[in-house]
């Protein structure tokens, strides 16, 4: 048996479960890409898989409703594929372990994946059933959103004859997203010399953040340890004169992150003490700054070993710390037009060290394209300014409020018939696809849903069950 055969819908739970068995971590599509043609195949419907691994499934009419307009049904087969520090896992080939107490699910040790696959398991189930009514649907499943929307870049969908979308990579059940952000991948690159360096080397180490979606959460102001690892090493450095081997922290560029590791030498002529002062004397300060907004933030520092190593020169080091501090992070600007609604952001979410260069990598997200570019402007000059090669990707349109929209009054009715109260009419700092097929189709009408979902992009990630058949159970209502 399943760990979900006894939550309904069983179809949902039985697709959504056969998903976290397929490894699908942004950047590791074939199988998952492969399973959903399978799908369509066994089941003799029509689809296309373009180079990109984009799926899209067509299915008929059922009976009455021939005549109708199609409707596209559409969400992301890759998932910020994270895990905690101390468990010993490859998510590029072992399966996910999950687990339920019948309110929730997630994944032990992991993230989940309801982010986004509930959207696919929903589409599936839709597609298996012989029971559900719907209009004549195009399934489109694109790749990596997660890292930059290349799938929804890349698409062809130029043979879709809808003019009415529903996305599913919404977090919140009840609310109907009518407009996000647009954003873009901002890259710097800090240049390396090295010289030799005799000290006892050690790691230090920050843990137990909360991270988050860095579109979702940015708003809670939780803990980065990339950028609290850029302040511990200016301590170090001129507490402790210490020298940096490698720093790295992150896992992706839209996901908070929740630890970062510096590998660094102490000279012979400081002792451990010191060290282990300006440590805590930087805890000290980052403990008490983020006491509630993530309060199980800790430092520990693991000795390595004496030796002579390859570290960084003093003018490559300062480079580094200082760019991390030097540049922006978090909240830009809030919305005054929408209360309570980030309208510029940015996420230093993975740092890397290699032969060459210490990288930085950010998601800048805006929804007034104006400020989002001249954010973009403003790291490029002080990427600049420190010698840095910089390059901006994977740029992505806001999806802009639709005035007249004949899907949002259909679904937001339909909403207040089945659960007795409004729907709630939002935007999000997140960013969906929808700008982007609003780009390629012309006239497209779009609204984004989905059910509760918690610490997406964590390992705390969590679905909610009850929320996520109420959803289900919502959408098959808005297609009848």
Same mark, same amino acid.
């Given at each position: 048996?399943?760990?979900?055969?006894?939550?309904?819908?069983?179809?949902?739970? @039985?697709?959504?479960?056969?998903?976290?068995?397929?490894?699908?971590?942004?950047?590791? /599509?074939?199988?998952? *890409?492969?399973?959903?043609?399978?799908?369509?195949?066994?089941?003799?419907?029509?689809?296309?898989?373009?180079?990109?691994?984009?799926?899209?499934?067509?299915?008929?009419?059922?009976?009455?409703? !021939?005549?109708?307009?199609?409707?596209? /049904?559409?969400?992301?087969?890759?998932? =910020?594929?994270?895990?905690?520090?101390?468990?010993?896992?490859?998510?590029?080939?072992?399966?996910?372990?999950?687990?339920?107490?019948?309110?929730?699910?997630?994944?032990?040790?992991?993230?989940?994946?309801?982010?986004?696959?509930?959207?696919?398991?929903?589409?599936?189930?839709?597609?298996?059933?012989?029971?559900?009514?719907?209009?004549?649907?195009?399934?489109?499943?694109?790749?990596?959103?997660?890292?930059?929307?290349?799938?929804? &870049?890349?698409?062809?969908?130029?043979?879709?004859?809808?003019?009415?979308?529903?996305?599913?990579?919404?977090?919140?059940?009840?609310?109907?997203?009518?407009?996000?952000?647009?954003?873009?991948?901002?890259?710097?690159?800090?240049?390396?010399?090295?010289?030799?360096?005799?000290?006892?080397?050690?790691?230090?180490?920050?843990?137990?953040?909360?991270?988050?979606?860095?579109?979702?959460?940015?708003?809670?102001? @939780?803990?980065?340890?990339?950028?609290?690892?850029?302040?511990?090493?200016?301590?170090?450095?001129?507490?402790?004169?210490?020298?940096?081997?490698?720093?790295?922290?992150?896992?992706?560029?839209?996901?908070?992150?929740?630890? $970062?590791?510096?590998?660094?030498?102490?000279?012979?002529?400081?002792?451990? !003490?010191?060290?282990? $002062?300006?440590?805590?004397?930087?805890?000290?300060?980052?403990?008490?700054?983020?006491?509630?907004?993530?309060?199980?933030?800790?430092?520990? /520092?693991?000795?390595?070993?004496?030796?002579?190593?390859?570290?960084?020169?003093?003018?490559?080091?300062?480079?580094?710390?200082?760019?991390?501090?030097?540049?922006?992070?978090?909240?830009?600007?809030?919305?005054?037009?929408?209360?309570?609604?980030?309208?510029?952001?940015?996420?230093?979410?993975?740092?890397?060290?290699?032969?060459?260069?210490?990288?930085?990598?950010? *998601?800048?997200?805006?929804?007034?394209?104006?400020?989002?570019?001249?954010?973009? @402007?403003?790291?490029?000059?002080? *990427?600049?300014? &420190?010698?840095?090669?910089?390059?901006?990707?994977?740029?992505?349109?806001?999806?802009? &409020?639709?005035?007249?929209?004949?899907?949002?009054?259909?679904?937001?009715?339909?909403?207040?018939?089945?659960?007795?109260?409004?729907?709630?009419?939002?935007?999000?700092?997140?960013? =969906?696809?929808?700008?982007?097929?609003?780009?390629?189709?012309?006239?497209?009408?779009?609204?984004?849903?989905?059910?509760?979902?918690?610490?997406?992009?964590?390992?705390?990630?969590?679905?909610?069950?009850?929320? *996520?058949?109420?959803?289900?159970?919502?959408?098959?209502? =808005?297609?009848?």
């Amino acid at each position: 048996m399943g760990v979900l055969d006894n939550l309904e819908p069983k179809g949902v739970f @039985h697709f959504f479960e056969e998903i976290t068995q397929i490894p699908h971590g942004s950047g590791n /599509l074939q199988a998952i *890409s492969d399973y959903l043609v399978n799908f369509a195949k066994d089941r003799g419907l029509k689809y296309i898989q373009d180079e990109a691994l984009n799926v899209i499934i067509f299915a008929p009419a059922t009976a009455g409703y !021939e005549d109708r307009e199609p409707v596209i /049904l559409q969400g992301h087969m890759d998932m =910020v594929a994270v895990h905690d520090d101390d468990l010993d896992i490859d998510m590029t080939r072992e399966p996910l372990k999950i687990a339920t107490d019948g309110e929730k699910i997630w994944a032990k040790g992991t993230s989940l994946g309801g982010d986004d696959g509930i959207a696919v398991a929903y589409c599936l189930a839709i597609l298996d059933s012989d029971s559900i009514p719907h209009p004549p649907l195009e399934i489109v499943i694109t790749t990596n959103e997660e890292t930059g929307m290349d799938g929804a &870049f890349a698409i062809d969908l130029s043979m879709l004859r809808g003019k009415q979308l529903i996305n599913l990579d919404s977090e919140t059940e009840g609310v109907l997203l009518t407009s996000c952000a647009g954003g873009a991948r901002f890259a710097t690159h800090v240049a390396l010399s090295r010289v030799h360096r005799s000290g006892t080397a050690y790691d230090v180490e920050i843990k137990g953040l909360l991270g988050g979606h860095s579109g979702v959460e940015i708003i809670k102001e @939780h803990g980065n340890a990339n950028l609290i690892m850029g302040r511990i090493l200016a301590d170090l450095y001129s507490k402790a004169d210490i020298s940096l081997v490698s720093i790295s922290g992150g896992v992706a560029d839209n996901a908070i992150p929740r630890s $970062a590791v510096a590998t660094v030498i102490l000279p012979d002529e400081k002792s451990e !003490e010191e060290l282990k $002062a300006a440590l805590d004397c930087v805890y000290t300060e980052v403990k008490n700054e983020l006491a509630v907004k993530d309060p199980d933030v800790r430092f520990e /520092l693991t000795k390595k070993g004496r030796g002579t190593f390859d570290c960084m020169d003093a003018k490559s080091m300062k480079n580094v710390y200082r760019l991390i501090l030097a540049l922006p992070n978090g909240i830009q600007a809030m919305s005054i037009s929408v209360p309570g609604l980030v309208e510029t952001s940015l996420n230093l979410g993975v740092i890397s060290t290699d032969d060459k260069a210490v990288n930085l990598e950010y *998601s800048v997200r805006s929804s007034v394209e104006s400020a989002k570019n001249n954010l973009l @402007h403003r790291l490029t000059i002080i *990427s600049r300014a &420190f010698g840095c090669e910089c390059e901006i990707t994977a740029p992505y349109p806001g999806w802009p &409020f639709k005035v007249n929209s004949k899907l949002r009054e259909h679904m937001a009715a339909v909403y207040k018939e089945m659960f007795g109260k409004e729907a709630r009419i939002e935007a999000l700092h997140a960013g =969906v696809e929808c700008g982007l097929f609003s780009e390629k189709i012309s006239g497209l009408d779009c609204i984004s849903i989905g059910p509760d979902m918690e610490g997406v992009h964590t390992t705390a990630e969590k679905l909610g069950v009850e929320s *996520s058949k109420r959803t289900f159970e919502y959408l098959c209502a =808005v297609l009848k």
